[in-house]
């Protein structure tokens, strides 16, 4: 028996707790499994396993996702997919049609239906998997009474604005399906608005049995490009940012889709917690963690911007640049940027949201809106990234430091940390990829702590001078340059072994601009010729400077625009 399991090959401990362990044959799925019985919703059973399963199967697997996530960076380049989304086309033009045919303007705003799959598995209603999370939810805020205070009294406010309803008699229906979200808080404190924010989990589900989110259509994507609406932001000599005020509750949700939305919460705070002290309610309005809710906001604001016939133009560029609840609009001089905002605050009164956290580098802006629409730092992320309007520049910062202990789990956290949509960092976070793909190559375990002299080499590209990837800190101008009337786009591209990349520059008479980076990391799985890797990375360049000159509307200029592509 020994002899059939003695393979050089390492075991793996799953997260269900059984374990996979290496036989001359494959690998044998052993151990007992850890369940969760209260989000089972069943009966608790305790077996021991033993199956033959393909070799190597979960770690290729795993290595298989890894790999496409380190060679197919794909956001900000259009991929040319053609014909290959046809299916998914085809499901999103019924969504978006039903849409149509759903939603209801009344008196109180919007109402839409839900889009529910053809044929989806029963949906049941997880309330025993609520009961279980409001309990540890109740238990984690108890220990700070000033979150538990301002988590009830969230939902003290929206019932009282009608944004949910109590369901008085929980057995009575007045729709077909009937299910419980659980919820949990989110704290950021360096926010000036909404520090707390109760997120809701549609995804949670039984073993076996659909989430609320699995019978949902998402919906077409609908929502601008991020990385096309930050290259646009750099292009006007004004620019003005507003948030939308609580913008998911202004969607109305139909009364025979709110039991879909049933969640639980106590009646009083201070009672202990048990069945007596439980309450149900429901949402009145569309809310996050819905995966249907991106796609139902955006195509009411769309459906709501159609009408707003007075100003065609200014409905477009709000369209193009409203990024869920982060609007973004241009500007020649202070007049029309101070139109633009009374104009935008109006259309969205007309739907029933506030525009507000108004802030633009036009100083006099502030004059003509009212105080409590406007931004109180003049220091404001935009789409992620650092704006401090008052000096007009845009702030890149990156910070790894070094974890204790260090982990190939630790060094995949602190490398998904850094938010980079458009590439700036690219030269500082390829050495730390590398690293954490050469962990791969190597089979460490998840959770082991590297041997030293694997960590001294995670340490040495933190604390490189060169790269300086701790600590980086770089101000940039947010405009590319003043003058607009001649520019010239250059794509740059090259590969190695290691990597390939391609960055994208904007020129004028006076200036140049880094606008976009892109890169990717060779594959582990497979080898390729370096004539092929110059090939790729001329395909991801060609592809930036498309994005880039589609985005910046490049042919819609009085003068054309030139754009070269260079590649060695």
């Known amino acids: ?211 609320l989110n699995d019978v949902l259509h998402q919906g077409p994507l609908i929502l601008p490009e991020l990385y096309a609406m930050l290259l646009r932001f750099r292009t006007p000599k004004y620019v003005i940012i507003s948030d939308v005020e609580k913008v998911f509750l202004q969607v109305r949700l139909h009364g025979a889709d709110r039991d879909a939305t049933r969640f639980l919460w106590v009646r009083d705070i201070n009672e202990p917690f048990g069945i007596h002290n439980v309450a149900t309610f429901r949402f009145t309005r569309v809310t996050f963690g819905l995966n249907v809710s991106p796609y139902l906001l955006g195509a009411t604001i769309n459906h709501h911007l159609q009408s707003a016939m007075q100003n065609e133009e200014l409905a477009k560029e709000i369209r193009e640049n409203l990024y869920v609840d982060n609007l973004i609009l241009s500007a020649a001089t202070p007049s029309e940027a101070a139109r633009k905002s009374l104009e935008a605050r109006k259309i969205f009164e007309e739907m029933g949201t506030n525009l507000r956290e108004f802030l633009s580098n036009d100083e006099t802006l502030r004059q003509q809106l009212p105080e409590n629409a406007c931004a109180k730092s003049l220091v404001q992320k935009v789409l992620g990234i650092t704006w401090n309007s008052e000096t007009d520049r845009l702030e890149v910062r990156c910070s790894l430091t070094v974890s204790d202990p260090i982990t190939k789990r630790s060094v995949a956290r602190q490398i998904a940390s850094i938010y980079d949509p458009m590439g700036w960092l690219v030269p500082l976070l390829v050495p730390a990829k590398k690293f954490q793909q050469d962990l791969w190559r190597e089979e460490f375990d998840w959770d082991t702590k590297l041997p030293p002299e694997v960590a001294s080499r995670w340490i040495e590209i933190l604390e490189n001078q060169s790269i300086k990837i701790n600590g980086f800190q770089k101000s940039l101008p947010r405009r590319y340059c003043t003058d607009l009337s001649e520019l010239t786009l250059a794509v740059f591209a090259d590969a190695s072994e290691v990597a390939i990349a391609a960055c994208a520059y904007l020129f004028s008479e006076c200036n140049s601009s880094l606008m976009i980076a892109k890169s990717k990391l060779s594959s582990i799985k497979t080898k390729t010729t370096m004539p092929k890797l110059e090939m790729n990375a001329l395909t991801i360049a060609t592809r930036l400077a498309f994005s880039a000159a589609q985005a910046l509307k490049l042919h819609e200029l009085e003068r054309s625009t030139i754009i070269y592509i260079f590649s060695d």
């Open 1 to 211: 028996m020994w002899n059939f399991l003695d393979v050089p090959h390492p075991r793996h401990t799953l997260p269900s707790g059984l374990q996979l362990v290496p036989s001359k044959l494959g690998y044998l799925l052993t151990g007992q499994q850890m369940r969760a019985p209260q989000e089972e919703q069943g009966d608790r059973t305790d077996r021991v396993e033993a199956t033959l399963v393909n070799s190597f199967t979960n770690f290729d697997e795993e290595l298989e996702r890894w790999d496409k996530y380190w060679t197919m960076d794909s956001a900000g380049v259009c991929e040319f997919t053609g014909t290959k989304n046809a299916e998914k086309d085809a499901t999103n033009a019924k969504v978006a049609k039903f849409f149509e045919e759903m939603i209801e303007k009344r008196e109180d705003g919007y109402y839409i239906r839900f889009p529910y799959k053809e044929n989806h598995p029963p949906l049941p209603t997880n309330k025993a998997i609520a009961l279980k999370r409001l309990k540890t939810v109740l238990e984690t805020l108890r220990r700070t009474p000033e979150l538990l205070n301002d988590y009830d009294k969230t939902f003290r406010a929206q019932q009282e604005i009608g944004v949910i309803e109590e369901v008085e008699n929980p057995s009575h229906t007045d729709g077909a399906i009937v299910h419980y979200i659980p919820h949990q808080p989110v704290i950021t404190p360096q926010k000036e608005t909404t520090k707390l924010r109760i997120v809701f989990d549609a995804s949670a589900h039984s073993k076996g049995s659909p989430s």
